[in-house]
């Protein structure tokens, strides 16, 4: 039977989420507050994402836009190696190469297979209500859409989270995550993160002649550079190795986008009904281990699958939530103790266990990166979960 579905917000979780229900017959509304979505500067796309796309029918054409990593090596600030992985480590352990496009690119791809009218920019959700007769949301535009289900896709500051949680505590983590895009290409040994106490810089090739890079350090919240939010980067950088130096001066100031890292309570319960969440909504996670937009990925795929094969909706979303809890709460709870020991106080004690990384053998580290990101480690749920 063919739903209508409204999902709230138009990041990559929520477009994704919207093409894999149309995909499957039903009638979708998505609504967003911003008026620009193609904003941001890249994002690493895992095998286990890229497995989530094919399954809603789009990998590859988001493997086509972007750049590859088949290795991810590990450095200090002045270039000697913490971990230097042979050339295909990524695809041998993973089954293909990391992804890297433009999150413009991306969001180019999932909303030119939506059908015409589906995305609506420039209008939020402000509040909904569940009735025996389906669910009204309210918008900001003073008008009420009656839907059978919505999925909320609204990010950290989610309303939908809310409706179903309450309030939901943000923390600041102490450090700050920068972004943009270099107009240079990486030498493809190089691809990967180079650490200092207290600091991380990451590069990876975006395809193109191009470069992703991304930095966190510790900064006061709320806080922006005088001088400029690139001018501020190239002098904290400027005396580490190649090619983070080039690679600043080959971006543009406009594209850097500066963001403080907060920690959000967990929401306890992701449905209620014909309610539900996905990606950042439901489980925020620091940036470390590259999953938040892969595990958004996911969850549209598993969502889809689970309303396909199920006649309830109530119990489509109950389901949904305890075939994809535990996957994501592991990888919550890494992310957030990569980024403690990365920025432990005081700093000597991060150097500490950054050079500590090369201890641990390269066969342990595979293995772990396996259950994390390898295409397999996707899954769709069985008919075995369908009936739990």
Not at 189 to 215: D, K, Q
Request: charged fraction near 20%; glycine fraction near 12%.
């Amino acid at each position: 039977m063919a739903l209508r579905i409204a999902v709230v917000g138009a990041g990559i979780a929520g477009l994704a989420t919207a093409v894999a229900l149309q995909r499957g017959g039903h009638h979708v509304q998505v609504v967003e507050q911003r008026t620009d979505i193609s904003s941001g500067a890249g994002i690493s796309l895992w095998p286990n994402a890229l497995a989530a796309l094919d399954a809603i029918g789009l990998g590859a054409q988001v493997r086509a836009a972007g750049g590859q990593v088949t290795a991810g090596a590990l450095r200090n600030h002045d270039g000697s190696w913490l971990r230097r992985p042979s050339a295909r480590r990524i695809v041998d352990a993973l089954g293909e190469p990391l992804v890297v496009v433009r999150r413009s690119a991306l969001t180019q791809v999932l909303t030119g297979v939506l059908s015409p009218g589906t995305y609506t920019d420039g209008i939020g959700a402000t509040g909904l209500t569940v009735t025996a007769d389906g669910v009204f949301l309210d918008l900001s535009d003073d008008t009420t859409v009656h839907v059978d289900a919505v999925v909320g896709a609204d990010g950290v500051h989610s309303m939908v989270a809310r409706h179903l949680n309450g309030t939901l505590r943000h923390r600041y983590t102490g450090y700050t995550a920068w972004r943009g895009v270099a107009a240079h290409p990486l030498d493809p040994e190089l691809s990967g993160e180079t650490l200092a106490p207290g600091r991380e810089f990451g590069h990876v090739p975006l395809g193109s002649g191009h470069t992703y890079w991304f930095a966190t350090m510790r900064a006061p919240a709320g806080s922006a550079a005088s001088e400029g939010e690139l001018v501020y980067l190239q002098r904290r950088f400027a005396r580490w190795s190649e090619p983070i130096p080039t690679l600043l001066a080959a971006s543009r100031p406009d594209e850097v986008l500066r963001t403080d890292v907060y920690d959000r309570d967990q929401a306890g319960r992701w449905s209620r009904g014909p309610v539900v969440v996905v990606g950042d909504a439901a489980h925020p996670m620091r940036p470390h281990l590259g999953q938040g937009g892969c595990q958004g990925l996911e969850d549209a795929a598993v969502l889809a699958a689970f309303i396909g094969r199920t006649d309830d909706l109530s119990t489509a979303f109950t389901r949904f939530e305890a075939f994809r809890r535990p996957r994501v709460a592991a990888l919550v709870r890494e992310s957030a103790l990569i980024g403690r020991m990365l920025n432990l106080r005081p700093p000597w004690l991060s150097g500490m266990v950054n050079r500590a990384t090369v201890l641990v053998p390269e066969a342990v580290v595979r293995r772990h990166l396996t259950t994390i990101a390898a295409g397999r480690a996707f899954r769709l749920p069985t008919s075995a979960d369908v009936r739990r």
